[in-house]
C-alpha cells in the first residue's frame, strides 16, 4: 500500500508540470508498465483528480482543472515560496485574514525541516509601515475589475477621488491593469472621454453595470506596466523612468547618517564627514527641499536649475520668517 501511495503521489507531481505526457514516457519516469499507468490514472480520477486523455501516436494524459480544489503537491522549494508569499500578503493588504489562514494551513502540513526554514523567513517578511489614511479596498471591486480586465470588456464607472469630491459623472473607460503601489490599488485605464490614459485609486471607484463592449487593448506607454507606473509617478509621461529632475550635491554629513534616508539617491562617501548625494524628484523646487530636509550645510555641483531652486526657496523662506501673525486668544 505504501509503495503504491508513493507512486501516486510520485505521477500526481509530474502530471502537475502543466504538459502532455505520454504514457510510455510516465511509465519510464516511474519505473513501472504502462498497464500500472493506466490503473493508477484510473486511481486518480477516483480521488477527484480530472486527467483527460489525448489521443496522438503513444496516446498520452493531461491534468486539467476542476471543479474543486483536490490536494496538491509542492516540492521543498516550491513550499517556501508559496509560505513567504503567503506571510507577506498577511501584512496589510486586502486578502489578509485568508491568507493568514492559508499560511497556517501549510505550515501545519509541512516537515519540520521546511517549517523551521519558514519560522526563521518571518522574521524578514515585513512590509513597510503604511500611512495612517491608507484606506481599505473592497475585494468584491478587485474581482469586478479584474473581471473587465480580463474580458477586455469597458468599464463605466463613478470616481471620488477625495472625501470633499463628490461624485463625478460616470468615467468610461477601457481597464488594463491593476497594480498596487506603496499600499494603494490602482486601476491603470484607457479614459474614452480625455483620450488618454490614466490611473485610478480603487478604493475611490464604484463599478457600474452592466459592463460595456468589448475592446481591442491598445499598447501601454513603456512597453509594460511597471515602467508605465513607475514614470507616472514620477512625473513622466509614461515611457521613461528616471526622475524629470536630477541633481547633485555635496553634504556636510558623513555617508552614513545620509544613506539610509536617501530612498533611491545614491551616496558617496568622500570624506569621514562629506558624502556626494545623487538624487531625483519631480520638480527641481521639490528636489531642493528633500535635500535640504538633511538640515546641513550643501554645495550644489549641478545642474543650475538646482542651484536656483535653492535660492528661490531661501527667498520665499525668508520672507516667511518675517510674517508673523499675532496671537488670538479666546474672545471675550
Not at 112 to 137: G, K, M, W
Not at 270 to 283: A, D, I, M, N, Q
Not at 306 to 312: K, P, R, S
Request: proline share 8%; with cysteine; hydrophobic share 40%.
Amino acid at each position: 500500500m505504501h509503495k503504491t501511495s508513493s507512486r501516486l503521489l510520485a505521477l500526481l507531481s509530474l502530471l502537475q508540470t502543466h504538459r502532455d505526457w505520454s504514457g510510455e514516457d510516465l511509465a519510464e519516469r516511474l519505473g513501472i508498465t504502462s498497464r500500472t499507468v493506466r490503473r493508477d490514472i484510473d486511481r486518480l480520477r477516483e480521488l477527484g483528480y480530472r486527467i483527460t486523455t489525448f489521443k496522438g501516436p503513444a496516446g498520452g494524459y493531461r491534468l486539467e482543472a476542476g471543479t474543486h480544489m483536490p490536494p496538491m503537491l509542492f516540492d521543498d522549494d516550491q513550499a517556501v515560496a508559496l509560505a513567504v508569499a503567503l506571510q507577506t500578503a498577511a501584512t496589510g493588504t486586502t486578502v489578509t485574514e485568508d491568507a493568514t489562514r492559508a499560511l497556517a494551513t501549510l505550515r501545519q502540513v509541512m516537515p519540520p525541516r521546511l517549517r523551521h526554514r519558514i519560522d526563521l523567513l518571518r522574521i524578514t517578511a515585513v512590509q513597510p509601515p503604511a500611512a495612517r489614511d491608507t484606506p481599505q479596498v473592497d475585494a468584491q471591486v478587485l474581482v469586478d475589475l479584474s473581471r473587465a480586465i480580463h474580458a477586455r470588456e469597458e468599464l463605466r464607472l463613478d470616481y471620488t477621488p477625495g472625501p470633499s469630491t463628490s461624485a463625478e459623472n460616470p468615467r468610461r473607460v477601457q481597464p488594463h491593469h491593476l497594480v498596487t503601489w506603496r499600499h494603494r490599488w490602482y486601476l491603470v485605464a484607457w479614459d474614452l472621454d480625455r483620450e488618454d490614459w490614466r490611473t485610478f485609486r480603487v478604493d475611490c471607484i464604484r463599478p457600474r453595470t452592466p459592463t460595456g463592449p468589448r475592446f481591442i487593448p491598445r499598447e501601454l506607454p513603456g512597453g509594460n506596466v511597471s515602467t508605465f507606473i513607475t514614470s507616472r509617478f514620477r512625473g513622466n509621461d509614461g515611457t521613461a523612468t528616471d526622475w524629470p529632475c536630477l541633481g547633485e550635491v555635496i553634504l556636510h554629513l558623513p555617508a552614513a547618517n545620509v544613506a539610509p534616508f536617501a530612498q533611491d539617491g545614491i551616496v558617496e562617501e568622500l570624506s569621514p564627514h562629506h558624502c556626494r548625494l545623487t538624487l531625483g524628484f519631480w520638480s527641481w523646487t521639490g528636489l531642493a527641499a528633500a535635500i535640504g530636509r538633511f538640515d546641513t550645510d550643501i554645495e550644489v555641483i549641478g545642474p543650475p536649475q538646482l542651484a536656483t531652486a535653492f535660492a528661490d526657496l531661501a527667498a520665499r523662506y525668508a520672507r516667511a520668517a518675517r510674517t508673523t501673525r499675532p496671537e488670538t486668544g479666546p474672545t471675550p
